[in-house]
């Protein structure tokens, strides 16, 4: 294999002006530049990532750690992740936690071992975890996404979850409901206690009196959702709207309202959140709160590079505001 000394000796220049015109890293007359370039061609050079990362003290390359989950939100924010890397050029190395507080702390070593440039988080039920790992590594930046009290330094890249909780019931009230239901998240994660708090605050604000027997705590997931529709219909007569505070439980609420002959929007309106790719593809189409998810993935991308290149020193919060998309699975009254 070529390497930059045999360029040098067959261009007739030192290794150090190939290395400047291979790297770009001090201007070289444009003559020179072509007879380099030429001859790195015909010997087929390639540059070495590895000699390079160790030279520059940079690898070009961020790791992502990501829970598992059949809600494809997090696809979606990983797809815009990986996208702003590439047009960065930048390498993504993504590891899989499964909720699990020691698998996030051996994926953490590992890349730390690959020398990753940073690192973007997106683990949130390890929420309120102290990840002490860090302190071996304080200089590695690190943003955090889509997670409540964190016990170390980083940015942290949030959707305004207060404010969809309090747009996706504002909707359901302007829409004529009075009689409004919700089904949460796990409440020990901020983002789904955000939520609640702000469907309790357009309830409050609309006079209207919030009914715990149409309030069930879920899991996040369809198979949740499911369960929360059930328990509701056990518990007696049913709201005439729910908001569900994702699109996944949204999905497994319309299943069982299908099984069980309750007519959606007539008998019961239904609002999500996330807007998941899926959300319009349902029967109804739903009615959900639009969560940015591309352009999280890419604040978080924005955010990492800042720090990367030191063009920022202070940890920051990014939040980004969520908007509300009508289908049909809210009817007016």
């Given at each position: 294999m070529?390497?930059m000394?045999?360029?040098?000796?067959?261009?007739?220049?030192s290794?150090?002006t190939?290395?400047?015109?291979?790297?770009?890293?001090?201007?070289?007359?444009?003559e020179?530049?072509?007879?380099v370039?030429?001859?790195a061609?015909?010997l087929?050079?390639?540059?070495?990532a590895?000699?390079?990362?160790?030279?520059?003290n940079?690898?070009?390359?961020?790791?992502?750690l990501?829970?598992?989950?059949?809600?494809?939100?997090f696809?979606e924010?990983?797809?815009?992740?990986e996208?702003?890397?590439?047009?960065?050029?930048?390498?993504?190395i993504l590891?899989?936690?499964e909720?699990?507080t020691e698998?996030?702390?051996?994926?953490?070593?590992?890349?730390?071992?690959?020398?990753v440039?940073?690192?973007?988080?997106?683990c949130?039920?390890?929420?309120?975890e102290?990840?002490?790992?860090?302190?071996q590594?304080?200089?590695i930046?690190?943003?955090?996404m889509?997670?409540?009290?964190?016990?170390?330094?980083?940015?942290k890249?949030?959707?305004n979850?207060?404010f969809?909780?309090?747009?996706a019931?504002?909707?359901?009230i302007e829409?004529g409901h009075?009689?409004?239901?919700?089904?949460?998240?796990?409440?020990?994660r901020?983002?789904?206690q955000?939520?609640?708090?702000?469907?309790?605050?357009?309830?409050e604000?609309?006079?209207l009196?919030?009914?715990?027997d149409?309030?069930v705590?879920a899991?996040?997931?369809?198979?949740?959702?499911?369960?929360?529709?059930?328990?509701?219909?056990?518990?007696?007569?049913?709201?005439?709207a729910?908001?569900?505070c994702?699109?996944m439980m949204?999905?497994?609420?319309?299943?069982v309202?299908d099984?069980?002959?309750?007519q959606i929007?007539?008998?019961?309106?239904?609002i999500g959140y996330?807007?998941?790719?899926i959300a319009?593809f349902?029967?109804?189409?739903?009615?959900?709160?639009?969560q940015?998810?591309?352009?999280?993935g890419k604040?978080?991308?924005?955010?990492l590079?800042?720090?990367?290149e030191?063009?920022?020193?202070?940890?920051?919060?990014?939040?980004?505001e969520?908007?509300?998309v009508?289908?049909?699975?809210?009817?007016s009254?």
């Amino acid at each position: 294999m070529a390497s930059m000394k045999d360029i040098a000796r067959h261009a007739g220049v030192s290794t150090s002006t190939v290395s400047h015109v291979i790297n770009k890293t001090r201007f070289v007359s444009e003559e020179i530049s072509e007879r380099v370039n030429k001859v790195a061609k015909e010997l087929n050079y390639a540059p070495s990532a590895l000699a390079r990362s160790l030279k520059m003290n940079r690898t070009r390359t961020i790791g992502m750690l990501v829970t598992t989950s059949t809600n494809p939100f997090f696809g979606e924010v990983v797809k815009g992740v990986e996208r702003s890397c590439y047009q960065e050029n930048y390498n993504l190395i993504l590891c899989n936690t499964e909720g699990d507080t020691e698998r996030m702390r051996a994926s953490i070593d590992t890349l730390m071992q690959k020398r990753v440039d940073g690192l973007i988080l997106m683990c949130s039920t390890l929420e309120g975890e102290k990840i002490d790992i860090f302190q071996q590594y304080p200089t590695i930046p690190v943003v955090v996404m889509d997670w409540g009290p964190i016990h170390f330094e980083s940015d942290k890249i949030q959707d305004n979850s207060f404010f969809g909780g309090y747009l996706a019931t504002k909707h359901l009230i302007e829409s004529g409901h009075q009689e409004i239901g919700c089904i949460t998240g796990p409440l020990n994660r901020q983002q789904a206690q955000m939520r609640f708090d702000g469907y309790k605050k357009a309830l409050e604000e609309a006079d209207l009196e919030l009914n715990s027997d149409w309030v069930v705590e879920a899991d996040f997931e369809c198979e949740g959702g499911a369960q929360a529709l059930n328990t509701l219909v056990e518990r007696g007569r049913l709201p005439t709207a729910l908001f569900v505070c994702n699109d996944m439980m949204a999905m497994g609420v319309i299943n069982v309202a299908d099984r069980r002959n309750i007519q959606i929007p007539d008998e019961l309106s239904i609002i999500g959140y996330d807007d998941i790719h899926i959300a319009k593809f349902m029967t109804p189409s739903l009615t959900t709160i639009h969560q940015p998810k591309y352009r999280l993935g890419k604040a978080a991308v924005e955010t990492l590079l800042d720090k990367i290149e030191k063009r920022v020193e202070r940890p920051d919060l990014i939040q980004l505001e969520p908007t509300l998309v009508k289908r049909e699975s809210v009817k007016s009254r």
